[in-house]
């Protein structure tokens, strides 16, 4: 059973700031693309943003672009998501996720708890 387990969650008024970590078993962080997805109230799942196992490449939703900033902390095993300039809308459970494919897919092989994001007025 692979464990991902996220931290950093809570609440944050807008405009604010929240880091998020997800550490992973050393094999997953080693040799698997990792991410994150998340899920607003009443909404599919959507695709937050990926880094590759080398840390070579990031990807980004639309939303998350310019706004968020995923990295890979070697020293840890763990995978980062610096969210700036959070807005109502990021309300949501997000979740880790890691992927066997050099690339983040839209259907990850493992998946964490999730931690909730809440941004208040």
């Known amino acids: 059973q692979v464990q991902l387990l996220e931290s950093g969650g809570g609440m944050v008024q807008a405009g604010g700031s929240l880091r998020l970590s997800c550490a992973a078993p050393?094999?997953?962080?080693?040799?698997?693309?990792m991410g994150w997805f998340r899920q607003r109230p009443g909404m599919d799942r959507e695709f937050v943003a990926s880094?590759?196992?080398?840390?070579?490449?990031?990807y980004y939703g639309p939303f998350a672009k310019g706004r968020f900033t995923i990295s890979r902390d070697s020293a840890k095993n763990a995978v980062n998501l610096q969210m700036n300039s959070l807005k109502l809308e990021d309300t949501a459970v997000y979740y880790c996720?890691?992927?066997?494919?050099?690339?983040?897919?839209?259907?990850?092989?493992?998946w964490g708890q999730g931690t909730q994001v809440t941004v208040s007025s």
């Open positions: 996720t890691a992927d066997k494919h050099e690339r983040l897919s839209m259907r990850p092989d493992y």
């Open positions: 050393e094999e997953i962080f080693s040799n698997y693309a």
């Open positions: 880094i590759t196992w080398s840390g070579s490449n990031t």
